[in-house]
């Protein structure tokens, strides 16, 4: 069953302007983390941002913060300012346990604009 | 954080051929994965890769198409056996520390099957 879902497969945002980029997840572990990765063209993983499930405050990195809403397993990434070398494909993803994979949703193809 | 190389960046193979990618990281990890990214789409775990121990394949792979060795802590190989054209994928070597949540990604072997 899928665990991660990325509902939106292109986005577009003007330049400058803030986009969310939606998240859930299913589990049925109390102990997880989540994490946002960008995909440019080159096709390197660059990690963005954790949340951990026992962290009580939302991740923030620069101009990522993600928009954790733990009781309706919502992960959600802001990104605000959006720049053109925002443009890229991001990726959700979640591990429930420290000895398990990391499990990927479909991602989303963000297309910043000028 | 885990600093990961992987050798080749990029190859051109024909179809029936074999190529082996090498992952190598620049501390002792304790797990070490495997993915699978086909043109356009997310990754896909292929296996999962243990220090001493037979690498643990998803469904949908098998050891005779995708032998895996670890034979230490920092290294790796993934090879690509009798390849077809739908074996044209990014192959990504992933690590974690087996202490933390985090995980990080080499740059990808782009592979194209002719």
């Known amino acids: 069953a899928q665990k991660i879902t990325q509902t939106q497969p292109g986005m577009f945002v003007q330049e400058k302007e803030a986009v969310t980029l939606d998240c859930t997840y299913d589990?049925?572990?109390?102990?997880?983390?989540l994490f946002w990765y960008k995909q440019p063209s080159s096709g390197e993983m660059i990690f963005l941002i954790y949340q951990g499930s026992y962290d009580e405050q939302n991740a923030t990195e620069g101009r990522y913060s993600l928009n954790f809403q733990k009781a309706r397993k919502s992960a959600n990434l802001v990104i605000s300012a959006s720049q053109l070398g925002d443009s890229a494909m991001y990726f959700c993803?979640?591990?429930?346990?420290?000895?398990?994979?990391?499990?990927f949703g479909a991602g989303t193809r963000l297309t910043v604009k000028p | 954080s885990a600093v990961i190389s992987q050798k080749p960046s990029r190859d051109i193979c024909q179809r029936g051929t074999s190529l082996t990618i090498q992952c190598q990281v620049d501390?002792?990890?304790?797990?070490m994965f495997w993915y699978r990214q086909q043109p356009g789409q997310s990754l896909t775990l292929i296996a999962t890769?243990?220090?001493?121990?037979?690498?643990?394949?998803e469904s949908g792979f098998v050891i005779d198409k995708f032998p895996i060795s670890r034979p230490n802590l920092t290294f790796s190989t993934l090879t690509v056996s009798n390849m077809s054209p739908e074996d044209s994928s990014i192959y990504l070597c992933?690590?974690?520390?087996?202490?933390?949540?985090?995980?990080?990604f080499g740059p990808g072997t782009r592979l194209t099957v002719t």
């Open positions: 890769a243990n220090q001493g121990s037979e690498a643990t394949y």
């Open positions: 992933s690590v974690t520390d087996g202490y933390s949540y985090e995980q990080y």
């Open positions: 589990t049925s572990d109390q102990s997880y983390g």
């Open positions: 993803a979640m591990r429930e346990g420290m000895g398990d994979d990391m499990r």
């Open positions: 501390s002792q990890v304790t797990m």
